[in-house]
């Protein structure tokens, strides 16, 4: 399979992923080329600045900063992850049940940001959302555990130790968004969490 048939591959099976992907890149490119990433270019597109929200009633800075990133290196870094852990759990309980993961748990994590977090921070990405992906796939290897071998069980509870370990450590990393995204992504996965996964229940459909 060559590249190109690669690429297109992972859109086909990945459709929500591709676009916040896309998405997201676009608005790095623009916020970037305007304003090389300052904080004033980054309000005007839609970071979240709790007292806009509380005061301003600017409410879609809660879904607007879940595209937006503070650097290069921010965007490349939460890119990796949504690709491989966004494009997994879309396989896993498909892109409706996807979809709603990723929104809830980033809005869910902007309304921590705004209401616990420091209030003359400006905060902006994707790692919201990205911890909700977490969050569910941590609750898979109890709620499916027949789903994973005890190796990639111990991996991605490691994984998220590592990437909790993270968010109190590393400066600048918004500690309420991070843990805001991930309790949302537990709580859903109690709700939606599918008897098998989607892409083997879609293999199943697609035989009859």
Known sequence: MTTQEKFLH?????PVTSFILTVNLIMTIIVWVEGNFSIATLINYGAIYPEYVTVR??????LTVMFLHGSLLHFLMNSLALFYIGGQMELIIGPKKY????????????LLVVYVGPANAVTVG?????????GGMLMLTF?????????AIKSIRQLIAINLIFTFVVPHISVAGHIGGLSIGVILFYLITPEIPYFIEKRQNQMY
């Open 10 to 14: 992972y859109i086909k099976e990945h």
């Open 57 to 62: 009633h600017e409410y879609y800075r809660l």
């Open 99 to 110: 979809s709603l993961v990723y929104l809830l748990s980033g809005i869910g994590s902007s």
């Open 126 to 134: 994707a790692s919201g959302a990205i911890f909700g992906l977490m």
């Open 143 to 151: 709620m499916r555990t027949k789903w994973f071998n005890n190796r």
